[in-house]
T-cell receptor, first 117, second 116 residues
Framework: EAQVTQNPRYLITVTGKKLTVTCSQNMNHEYMSWYRQDPGLGLRQIYYSMNVEVTDKGDVPEGYKVSRKEKRNFPLILESPSPNQTSLYFC????????????????FGSGTRLTVV | DQQVKQNSPSLSVQEGRISILNCDYTNSMFDYFLWYKKYPAEGPTFLISISSIKDKNEDGRFTVFLNKSAKHLSLHIVPSQPGDSAVYFCAASGFYGSSNTGKLIFGQGTTLQVKP
């Protein structure tokens, strides 16, 4: 089954304790991206990757890191989480990225609800 | 600055009637617009898209209209069904080489409730 898999689904952590949220897709998609969803703000893009070893900042990258060492995986790293990073996080992938021609839609993972206390 | 705006946080319609969800954008360099539907505890799912060279795209009960001069798009659902109750997000992407290359920019979302 074609899908984007995020882990964990739920995570409660303490301020300053490094964590990684994993994202994996099995569709051989070139483009992957991370979003956070907050009430009243919709989905805001954190980082994206157009291909392996090619990553760039989205609109809210502060406090986050990513890596794209292989096509299928795009982990989101919070080096020193803070309470304002409490949010619902989504990973997404697509065959082509925005601005690369026809956009057929993006496949999203089921989300990771992160609470930082 | 919010480049894509959905000014109605919620909408309630009766089953069988038309649902109209609206979205405004500010950047004339957007070339594709998409609508996503999201149920609780699930990720958003792609619904329908439209290129900036078109003004209408239809897929079954769903039609998206684009008015470039007004920088406005709308999603029409006819007839509305209780299973359509969800949060709807519009999103926009920019031309390759623009400052928004690689970015898919979402609105705040509109919660649609279809009453039986």
């Amino acid at each position: 089954e074609a899908q984007v898999t995020q882990n964990p689904r739920y995570l409660i952590t303490v301020t300053g304790k490094k964590l990684t949220v994993t994202c994996s897709q099995n569709m051989n998609h070139e483009y992957m991206s991370w979003y956070r969803q907050d009430p009243g703000l919709g989905l805001r893009q954190i980082y994206y990757s157009m291909n392996v070893e090619v990553t760039d900042k989205g609109d809210v990258p502060e406090g986050y890191k990513v890596s794209r060492k292989e096509k299928r995986n795009f982990p989101l790293i919070l080096e020193s989480p803070s309470p304002n990073q409490t949010s619902l996080y989504f990973c997404a992938s697509s065959f082509r990225g925005p601005g690369q021609g026809s956009v057929s839609g993006y496949t999203f993972g089921s989300g990771t609800r992160l609470t930082v206390v | 600055d919010q480049q894509v705006k959905q000014n109605s946080p919620s909408l309630s319609v009766q089953e069988g009637r038309i649902s109209i969800l609206n979205c405004d954008y500010t950047n004339s360099m957007f070339d594709y617009f998409l609508w996503y539907k999201k149920y609780p505890a699930e990720g958003p799912t792609f619904l329908i898209s439209i290129s900036s060279i078109k003004d209408k795209n239809e897929d079954g009960r769903f039609t998206v209209f684009l008015n470039k001069s007004a920088k406005h798009l709308s999603l029409h659902i006819v007839p509305s069904q209780p299973g359509d109750s969800a949060v709807y997000f519009c999103a926009a992407s920019g031309f390759y080489g623009s400052s928004n290359t690689g970015k898919l920019i979402f609105g705040q979302g509109t919660t649609l409730q279809v009453k039986p």
